[in-house]
């Protein structure tokens, strides 16, 4: 039987468009598997996340409950709980049942509008801080105080400022109680401490902002220790301000290796600040301190772009 020649060629047309698509789904299975291979450790490491540490563990637990009972009530102030849970706080371990402390949690938010309950709580966790209660329970007590600590928790806080174990917590505290003597105690401590303890106290006042603070800070632009010096640095780009602005602009032009990207940075931040606030002339100034062929390219990219922001103010 002959077949005409257009039908021939719409056959052998439609072979090969098969013939391709079966190819093309057979090289789609080895990219499959090699793609699967690619995504398995990813997975993986999804699935292998190092665990959280106690501490996390614990918080994690205690906001998720909190958030659901503070959805349906506030919580009431139980004094006799709240008196167990001081007990046992001095012996408290983030690592074992977090039901033992959850009645002072209640009771941070049950004093909110009762100033004299909520002075008496604070008394109390600040008194944990100059007893002899475990590491964990006054690292807890400095918790509390981020939220309900006053001027009165500032010396007890202030004293564990040159405890390695429990630094970090006193400063967490400090750096978030609005009060004058929180700041004061911190600018105190400045010189009282050197090495990783004095960097943490100028990255608290940093974080505060603390404009009283600047001119002790630029003295310590100097230090031999680069840590402190990069700190400082990061502090008054911080900070901010025309006092800041000008002593991070000279002390970039000749800052040493190791701390002259973090001045760069710093110059960068408060410049930003002080254009923001409508000092134009002394944020071009600062940009331009980092245009010299001193600083790496990308320095001077950045500063050449704020230094053309500034034309546009």
Same mark, same amino acid.
């Given at each position: ?22 190819a ?8 499959k ?13 999804k ?130 109680? $609005? ?22 106290v ?18 310590l632009?100097?230090?031999? $220790? ?23 602009g ?64």
């Amino acid at each position: 039987m002959r077949i005409q020649r257009g039908a021939w060629l719409a056959t052998v047309v439609g072979l090969m468009v098969v013939g391709v698509g079966l190819a093309s789904a057979d090289d789609k299975v080895p990219m499959k598997k090699e793609a699967a291979k690619k995504e398995a450790p990813k997975k993986a490491a999804k699935k292998k996340q190092p665990p959280m540490d106690k501490e996390t563990a614990a918080l994690t637990a205690a906001y998720g409950d909190a958030v659901k009972r503070t959805m349906t009530e506030r919580p009431k102030l139980d004094a006799a709980a709240v008196a167990k849970s001081f007990a046992a706080l001095a012996s408290f371990d983030w690592g074992k049942e977090y039901a033992t402390v959850r009645p002072i949690d209640d009771a941070v938010i049950a004093t909110q509008g009762d100033a004299a309950a909520r002075k008496d709580l604070e008394t109390r966790l600040a008194a944990v801080l100059s007893s002899g209660a475990s590491r964990d329970a006054k690292g807890y007590a400095c918790r509390k105080l981020t939220v309900i600590g006053s001027a009165a928790s500032v010396p007890a806080l202030a004293a564990l400022l040159a405890d390695k174990d429990l630094t970090h917590m006193a400063r967490y505290a400090l750096e978030r109680i $609005d009060a004058a003597e929180a700041a004061q105690a911190l600018r105190d401590a400045l010189p009282k401490l050197d090495g990783a303890l004095r960097v943490g106290v100028i990255g608290s006042l940093g974080a505060r902002r603390d404009a009283a603070s600047v001119t002790a800070l630029v003295a310590l632009l100097a230090d031999g $220790d680069k840590a402190v010096a990069c700190a400082v640095a990061c502090a008054l780009g911080r900070i901010g301000g025309v006092e800041a602005g000008a002593a991070l602009g000279q002390f970039a032009s000749h800052a040493p290796e190791g701390v002259n990207l973090s001045a760069a940075d710093a110059c960068l931040a408060c410049a930003e600040q002080l254009l923001a606030g409508g000092k134009k002339a002394e944020a071009k100034q600062l940009y331009k301190s980092l245009l010299g062929q001193n600083q790496p390219k990308h320095v001077r990219l950045a500063a050449m772009r704020g230094l053309l922001t500034t034309a546009g103010k």
